[in-house]
């Protein structure tokens, strides 16, 4: 009997990869969803499994999900997509009988506030100095250049450099900042998943050798215990059930701390993929209470990425209200 399975996000890289990887499984049926019709991961599925979702934002995002899991009779939904995940993951009970694939609403807090997650991940001792802009900040001495970025949000958005003293008290204080201690060397994503008791089944760390937008186009795949242990480490500290991207990035004295969490699957997943770890597979069984391997190897491999089309009859193209090129 097949696997009904929802990949909603199916516009963007990780929903991309996530589509790919389980339709090489016989036993599911792959559901794809996006609000924007041109989502070329919506026509990666037959055309009886695609779906227009409303912005994951909208009041009306999660009954329209709820709604898809009566009408598709779906076992388990996969969202690819951040905005989408606190909401789901505080209303998963609405979407019954089908599984929400997600890390539970406590790690999806943490993850998604970059203050949270350093207070949470304190004791770890793999975390920078961290105080939110203003009279925490401005009362430590700080070694100069520091940073500021946004308490929320992901990427380097709103990322600057602080050069001095004078520049750390002009920050403002309507952007809801915080300011981190300089860490001035190599970046690595660190692709990880951990069972329902939280054990760290995987950890796979690669470089972010090129980055366009955000995403890594090419990279490799390290064996590094620091890297490795380091992630699960933080993992660990936030309760992590299913996949999550733990990014580092070594300080000044050349240890790997943390940088950010992304709760979600990564948009450079094939290569942990084609590392030896398919996420998404696992995900889809961890969820649907199947066992688990207690651990996973990986290869090293390099990847370097490019655009690939997707040519479908313009009758097929879907209509949605919120095509990418329009305004919400």
């Not at 969202?79 to 890390?103: G, N, Q």
């Not at 949000?153 to 001095?164: E, H, K, M, Q, T």
């Amino acid at each position: 009997m097949s696997i009904n399975v929802l990949v909603t996000g199916a516009g963007g890289a990780a929903g991309v990869a996530v589509i790919r990887s389980l339709l090489r499984r016989a036993d599911l049926t792959v559901f794809a969803a996006d609000m924007d019709g041109w989502a070329s991961g919506l026509y990666l599925v037959p055309a009886a499994q695609r779906r227009i979702v409303p912005p994951g934002a909208g009041s009306d995002f999660v009954p329209a999900l709820a709604a898809l899991v009566e009408a598709d009779s779906l076992d388990l939904v996969i969202s690819t997509v951040d905005v989408e995940l606190i909401t789901l993951s505080e209303r998963r009970e609405e979407l019954a009988p089908a599984v929400l694939a997600a890390p539970c609403a406590d790690t999806l807090n943490y993850a998604l506030d970059k203050l949270s997650l350093a207070r949470q991940c304190e004791s770890t001792g793999l975390v920078p100095r961290t105080e939110a802009a203003g009279a925490d900040a401005n009362r430590v001495d700080w070694e100069f250049p520091v940073f500021a970025k946004p308490r929320r949000g992901a990427g380097s958005r709103g990322v600057r450099v602080v050069p001095d003293r004078a520049a750390l008290e002009a920050l403002p204080l309507d952007e809801d900042l915080i300011v981190q201690d300089l860490l001035p060397g190599e970046e690595y994503s660190v692709d990880v998943i951990s069972d329902t008791t939280q054990h760290v089944i995987a950890a796979v760390p690669r470089t972010r050798t090129r980055v366009d937008s955000g995403v890594s186009i090419a990279g490799r795949t390290v064996h590094d215990p620091e890297l490795e242990e380091a992630a699960t480490r933080i993992a660990e500290a936030i309760g992590l059930v299913g996949v999550a991207n733990v990014q580092l990035r070594r300080n000044r004295q050349g240890k790997a701390v943390l940088l950010e969490v992304n709760p979600r699957f990564p948009g450079a997943l094939p290569l942990t993929i084609a590392a030896g770890v398919d996420i998404p597979s696992l995900v889809v069984d961890l969820f649907l209470g199947k066992s688990m391997p207690e651990r996973l190897e990986f290869r090293e491999l390099a990847t370097v990425r490019f655009l690939e089309d997707v040519f479908i009859d313009p009758a097929e193209v879907l209509v949605s209200e919120h095509a990418a090129h329009q305004d919400d």
